[in-house]
């Protein structure tokens, strides 16, 4: 993986979590709704989701409102994320998802590039009461690369750590 690329799936994965505790770990699609997530780095999610279009658009900006990157999600008929598109600040793809989701959770998102080679994945891990506990992110290779747990585990905040030696699946 490219370190652009790695950059920016990493970005996302901590992104995601550091949010987590925020968005209630997943938004509901199934209603209309617009969210502004403030994070303490001064950026910005702001999330608008349509269940109508079934499509969902997640714009990140900067502290001074500038756009980062923008993903539109499209969702399947149960509302649930099918596939999604990243682009840059200039609009251009950054990466395409596919989203594994069983019994109403994404259990994993395959990250390509804008080339449809293979980046990445991201596992999620979710406790008995369905919340969001970590993700994996594992490279091309097959390797875990990082670990980042959720806030919403007591006594936890989100954080991003070193690959377990053994894999944990």
Request: glycine share 2%.
């Amino acid at each position: 993986m490219s370190t652009p690329s790695f950059f920016l799936a990493s970005l996302s994965l901590l992104l995601l979590l550091a949010n987590a505790q925020n968005c209630r770990a997943q938004i509901s699609y199934s209603q209309p709704a617009a969210r502004v997530v403030r994070n303490a780095d001064g950026t910005r999610l702001n999330i608008k989701v349509d269940p109508h279009s079934q499509r969902v658009e997640e714009v990140l900006e900067d502290a001074n409102k500038t756009v980062v990157w923008r993903i539109v999600k499209e969702l399947d008929d149960a509302l649930q994320p099918l596939r999604a598109t990243k682009y840059d600040a200039k609009n251009n793809i950054v990466s395409r998802h596919r989203y594994l989701v069983l019994r109403g959770r994404t259990e994993e998102e395959e990250i390509r590039d804008a080339n449809d080679k293979f980046l990445s994945k991201l596992v999620f891990y979710y406790d008995t009461k369905g919340r969001m506990t970590r993700v994996e992110q594992v490279n091309a290779q097959g390797t875990v690369v990082s670990v980042s747990r959720s806030s919403t585990q007591p006594g936890r905040s989100p954080n991003s750590e070193p690959a377990p030696s053994t894999p944990s699946r």
